[in-house]
């Protein structure tokens, strides 16, 4: 299976806005790695702020077309997302699904560490240090992931404890409940090489430049990630 590989260095913002048009607007399988932006808070669909985000937090607040929880991304954060045709990847347009599909993915990223998929997370050990959504349109999907290579607790606290949270938190505050992949990881270049390198050992891909996929963002698709304050 060929897949379009794009390496950006972006503002979360508009990464989201880009994703959302090779979703809708384009017909073909991609991989986007992205790593920094400018501190945010991004929230899922259906999120509410006033539930999810300190009222004195002086952060943009984003809101994406896909589901999930609410994240703080900054110049430490790495984004890796997938957009793929079911038919052609082989794997059925459904959440678990893709996320085994993942996990199986990225196993070899993390050998030793203790890497696995808890619920909706990727964790090492008991912490989690990457978190996931999705959007299923049909036959074509989208699964984005904010991996933590290091984190500000000053950001983390722009955050409200959430009304519902995974079950292996055990309530655990955010300085309990995360870790960050330097701790594991000496480089982050080489641990995004190594990202790409596992692109090339499972597809046929075809390295495309920013210019090129930003070019669809001009096509008519619905657009609905959007800033709230």
């Known amino acids: 299976m060929k897949i379009h590989l794009v390496h950006l260095n972006v503002p979360i913002f508009l990464q989201l806005q880009l994703e959302e048009a090779l979703l809708r607007a384009d017909k073909r399988n991609w991989c986007l790695i992205n790593h920094g932006s400018p501190p945010a808070i991004v929230m899922g669909i259906s999120g ?66 203790g890497f696995e998929l808890r619920e909706n997370d990727y964790v090492l050990g008991e912490r989690k240090f990457g978190g996931n959504a999705q959007y299923i349109c049909k036959d074509r999907w989208l699964h984005h992931s904010s991996l933590l290579w290091k984190f500000e607790q000053e950001h983390m606290n722009q955050l409200l404890f959430p009304p519902k949270t995974p079950k292996y938190r055990e309530h655990r505050e955010h300085s309990q409940f995360l870790c960050s992949l330097c701790e594991f990881f000496s480089c982050q270049k080489t641990f995004l090489e ?18 090129e996929a930003m070019e669809t963002i001009g096509q008519p698709h619905r657009k609905s990630t959007q800033i709230l304050s």
């Open 48 to 113: 509410k702020q006033e539930q999810l985000v300190h009222p004195e937090s002086r952060l943009p607040v984003i809101r994406r077309f896909s589901g999930g929880g609410t994240v703080v991304v900054d110049e430490n954060t790495l984004f890796v997302t997938w957009i793929c045709n079911s038919k052609e990847v082989n794997v059925e347009a459904f959440p678990e699904k893709i996320h085994r599909w993942t996990e199986e993915l990225y196993k070899p990223l993390f050998v030793g560490h």
């Open 194 to 211: 190594n990202l790409k390198k596992i692109c090339c050992d499972n597809f046929e891909v075809c390295s495309m430049t920013v210019e």
